[in-house]
């Protein structure tokens, strides 16, 4: 890719939209959206003189819809190159803010529905609470004072709003929050749903221990996040374009458009036995997120499947069934997050692939997997291969990948983790005094890695807590 490549992208709501190239270095490609929403597929003229998405809808004010996105994160099947136009001047070659290409579609379609599904004084409500200050709310279990302003709001039992333990809920209590964009809910429905409905502004829902059917098909809801063994069925408003699964019925059936097809699943909490839900047939990008051992017999009926992503979240990151991938005709990228247990000749041959991302393996297996794959039409990216023998000793370690950033201070984070671990495990498992010796012990870890921290830099917002992966 070079300044001034010009994609058209399909978004999540079924449309076109397009984006162009503006600054590309070894490492990093900048790409603006382009203030373009058709429902059919645009070409290289009608793009031309096409003005630079500006975000104004939220708490944007007006920032361009402009990513530097890294080399490690495949071009979606969903984009395609068409030709060159000269890059709009307000445009700067490269951005300060780092994401993924599905961030530039999503752009497109979140300002897409601000401008056109939402009532224009919900706008306005949301903007002016910015200076209402306090308000109390009372959800019909006692008011509660908190921020007019306050975007999240957790309605279970481990948030600090109080709701009914049972009986009617009084949802009029969102209008005096009109910021609220994300709720956590707990247990039955009482209302949940119509409240979504009479209010669009709420876009993303946590709903844990949910009832046997799930009905949000009139809602604005467009990332729905969901748990609960006894859910049997799910209904989904066209508008979804995120779902997350975890610690759900196997027999569950979700009811979305066109089978799933715009929509990106994502499995939590997968292991060997986890396989798609019912009704999500068309869906083209899963995410299977869970433990050391993972399926890909989970998705070998997705045959429209184009983008599939596969985290191990606990040792050793062993795929099994990987055969079944051999049989999805359009699978194109496949991304895979801390597979240790993988051997270059886990993947089969598949015709479709364009790009195989890895980070996290053992360093033994590399010249195999390169070498598979030199000469072919597969863009190989290799991220945070470790040593063998280091692994050996650290596969256990939460803080493993730290030192893929920074080698010195990943290392002084995984000893001080394994010293700890060994503290506690010599403790007694009954007795008095035990629990204080555990607390000493995790106590000086956290003043060890603050220390690591002064002197590598090395703990961001995504490190401030990081549990550990031991089963």
Known sequence: MEAGDVAVMRLSDGAWGGCQVTGVNGQVTSVYALRWHSVERPGLDELCGVEPLKLDHHAYDGQLAHLSIGNWHAVPPGFTWIGSLPVHGAVPAFSSTYSGWQSLADDVVRQRHWDRKLPATMKSAYRAASTRGQVDVDFGAGAVTIGAATPRLDLTDEGSMRVPTSGPVRWSALDQ????????????????????????????????????????????????????????????????????????????????????????????????????????????????????????????????????????????????????????????????????????????????????????????????????????????????????????????????????????????????????????????????????????????????LNRIDQRYDIIDTLRREKPSTRS
């Open 177 to 448: 929050l009109p910021r609220c964009t994300a709720l956590t809910w707990a247990g039955p429905d009482r209302g949940l749903a119509r409240a979504l409905a009479d209010r669009p502004l709420v876009s993303s829902l946590t709903w844990r221990d949910a009832p046997a059917v799930v009905n949000l098909a009139d809602t604005g809801v467009q990332h729905l996040s969901l748990a609960g063994a006894d859910v049997c069925e799910v209904r989904l408003p066209r508008g979804l374009h995120g779902l997350e699964l975890a610690a759900v019925n196997p027999s569950l059936t979700v009811c979305a458009a066109d089978g799933g097809r715009w929509l990106h699943l994502t499995l939590t909490g997968a292991d060997a036995e986890t396989t798609v839900p019912s009704g999500l047939h068309g869906v083209r990008e899963v995410a299977l997120d869970g433990s050391g051992t993972m399926s890909a017999a989970a998705v070998a009926g997705l045959k429209d499947l184009e983008n599939l992503r596969i985290h191990w979240r606990k040792p050793p990151g062993r795929l099994v069934d990987a055969a079944a991938l051999a049989g999805l005709p359009r699978l194109a990228v496949v991304e895979l997050v801390d597979g240790y247990g993988l051997d270059a000749d886990t993947l089969p041959d598949t015709a479709s692939l364009t790009q195989l991302s890895i980070s996290g393996l053992r360093r033994s297996i590399v010249p195999a997997v390169a070498a598979r794959y030199r000469g072919s039409a597969v863009r190989l990216v290799i991220q945070g291969a470790k040593p063998d023998t280091w692994l050996a000793a650290n596969l256990y370690n939460p803080f493993r990948d730290w030192v893929d950033d920074d080698a010195r201070g990943g290392t002084a984070a995984c000893k001080a983790y394994a010293n700890t671990f060994r503290i506690i495990g010599k403790l007694p498992q009954t007795g008095d005094g035990c629990a204080d010796e555990a607390e000493v012990a995790l106590r000086k870890l956290v003043e060890t």
